[in-house]
Structures are given as C-alpha cells and as structure tokens.
C-alpha cells in the first residue's frame, strides 16, 4: 500500500533546498559582471554575445536575477532597477561586490558553477549525468544517484495518484525511472497495472530493493536497457518520464520524445512530470531555481510547457494537456493518436 500523504505538501522543503541557490546566484553575476553589462538593457541573446558568455549559462542565471528582484524584463530585454543599481554597481557607493567576493569561497561547488554558467558546459564531481549519457555508472554511484532522487521524489510520486487520472493505462514503462517511486505508487493505487523501470543496470539493481519495500514485486519490474542506444520495449501503453527531460536539451529530448511515439502502442500516452517555467521563461522561483540547479550536472533546463508541446508535437503527439500534479510539480499528457 502507498504511505499516507503527509499533511503539508513538501514545498516548504523545497523552499528550503532551492534557497541555497540565492546567494550562489547573485555571487556568479557580479564575478561576471552581467549586471555592468545590463548597463544598457539587452535580451538574453544580446547580452551572452556581449559578454561572450554561454546562451544557455545566461538562461539559468537571469531568471534567477529578475525572481530575487534584481533585474526587471519587458518584451524580451533585461534591465536594471533601482534595487541593481543601487548595490550590485561597482560606481555606486552603496556597492555589495566585496561582501559577496569574500563570500564566494565559502559557497558548494562555487568554482564548478561559475565555470558552468560562463562556458555552458556540464561539469560535476561525481559525473551522473555522464554515467546516463555514456551508458554505464559506477554501481556506488548508481546508489547515491538513486537514494538522491528518491528522496525528492517519493512524496510527489504518491501526490500524483491523487491527482491524476491513469485510468485506462495497463501497462506503463518508467523511462529512467530509478528508484520506481512513480511506478510503485501507480501500481499500489491502479491494482490492475504493471510496470516496468527502465533504466541502467546499475540503477535497475537498486530500484529492486525499492519495488520490494513497496510491495509491488507482483507488477513492478526493472529493464536494463540504455535509453540512447538499445532498442526500447514495446507492448506498453503509457510512458512515465520523472525528472528526465529537464536533464538534457531539447534536441535530446526530442529524441527521447521520438522513441518512445515510435515504441508506444496506438493510443498510447506519454507523461512528462516536471516542474515547468511560466511562458515568459522566467519564473516562478522554484523553476528558475532548479534551472539553475541543472547546470551544475545536467545537460538541460527546466522548460515552459510551450517548449514541451513543440517537442513532443515534432515526434507525432496530440492531444497535449497539463494540469498541476503535487506540489511544484505539474504533468503534461500527450497521446499517440
């Protein structure tokens, strides 16, 4: 049986987590000086090739920037406000940039991140998003990665069952599913489901402790298979993506979206459970946050549901629908007609 939902929702805990990005943020744009070259308003694009820095680095930071209230945006172009000119300015008096200097070697993983954002690129201590991307992982690593997720996952995973109807849905394939949190709370709350994780061996290996302590070991089973370069398997009706295509960019998700219009039977369905931007790419916080957070060992972003549509539109989906699933999160629906 699936655990009771606990009585609050888990965005405070989230609140909390996506906070230590704050201060990170602010740090970076100052040893960047995105905020001396806002000087002149400029839309993201203007402003990376101005500073010869990384569209998509810019991507995670801005939004960050103009949710704290340091930065304003109209049509596209970002400007400076009272606040930013007040005390993120080296001319202004009031200047903040020392403090936040000194500050900058206390932060996790500052170097890392600010290398990151500058240059866009995807570098982590440990390398998950290259164990996916290579197609094997280090099996400690594989366990640390698992635990990780499922701790952030479990409550949002039983929240959907709540939410969202999966009627209908016989059998579901769990796409990079890892611990099987989704695909164990579905088979608890649908006793007429299976489901299948699929994902690397080495996560496979730690997902079965996880179907076991569920209780689903009846209808909850693992497929090693490497998403990128093995054949997926057929015969199921719905696919279940948690967390995943906010890991990679949209040409990778793009594949991922063909593969599985191409693997699903006629009527199929394919789930998307992520936390989504507001159209202007901007916010609200928790997305610009956890964007932010992608760049530190992922190759992706959290996207706005127009983003997804386009994706998912391109690979032959209709029908495409989102709704609020639990908490930050929201599932975006789309069938194979």
């Not at 996790?108 to 990151?116: A, D, F």
């Not at 009627?167 to 796409?175: A, W």
């Not at 699903?264 to 932010?292: N, V």
């Amino acid at each position: 049986m699936n655990p009771a939902l606990p009585a609050i929702d888990d965005t405070p805990v989230w609140d909390v987590m996506l906070s230590v990005f704050k201060s990170q943020a602010i740090t970076i744009a100052l040893e960047l000086d995105v905020f001396e070259g806002l000087k002149d308003p400029a839309s993201l694009d203007e402003l990376s090739e101005k500073l010869a820095y990384s569209p998509r680095g810019m991507k995670a930071l801005l939004p960050m920037l103009k949710m704290q209230g340091f930065l304003d945006k109209h049509k596209g172009v970002y400007h400076l406000n009272n606040l930013s000119r007040a005390y993120m300015l080296k001319e202004s008096p009031y200047y903040w940039g020392p403090f936040f200097s000194r500050r900058a070697e206390t932060l996790p993983n500052y170097k890392m991140i600010l290398e990151n954002i500058r240059d866009g690129e995807t570098v982590e201590a440990r390398g998950s998003a290259d164990g996916w991307e290579s197609g094997q992982m280090d099996p400690e690593l594989a366990k640390t990665v698992t635990d990780f997720m499922h701790s952030h996952s479990i409550t949002s995973a039983v929240g959907l069952t709540h939410t969202c109807d999966f009627s209908g849905v016989e059998k579901l394939l769990d796409v990079g599913g890892g611990s099987g949190c989704y695909a164990s709370a579905l088979a608890n709350h649908y006793p007429d489901m299976q489901c299948t994780i699929m994902d690397l061996a080495q996560v496979c290996d730690v997902a079965k402790d996880y179907i076991e302590k569920a209780g689903v070991s009846d209808r909850v089973n693992t497929k090693a298979v490497d998403m990128f370069r093995e054949a997926w398997p057929e015969g199921y009706n719905a696919h279940f993506y948690s967390n995943i295509f906010h890991d990679w960019s949209i040409e990778t998700c793009e594949e991922l979206a063909q593969k599985s219009y191409d693997a699903l039977a006629p009527g199929g369905r394919i789930c998307l459970q992520e936390i989504l931007f507001e159209e202007d790419g901007d916010g609200p916080f928790p997305a610009a946050a956890f964007s932010f957070f992608m760049t530190q060992g992922t190759k992706g972003q959290q996207y706005t549901l127009n983003e997804l549509e386009s994706i998912l539109s391109k690979a032959g989906f209709k029908n495409i629908s989102a709704q609020r699933s639990y908490g930050y999160y929201s599932l975006v629906t789309a069938y194979k007609i």
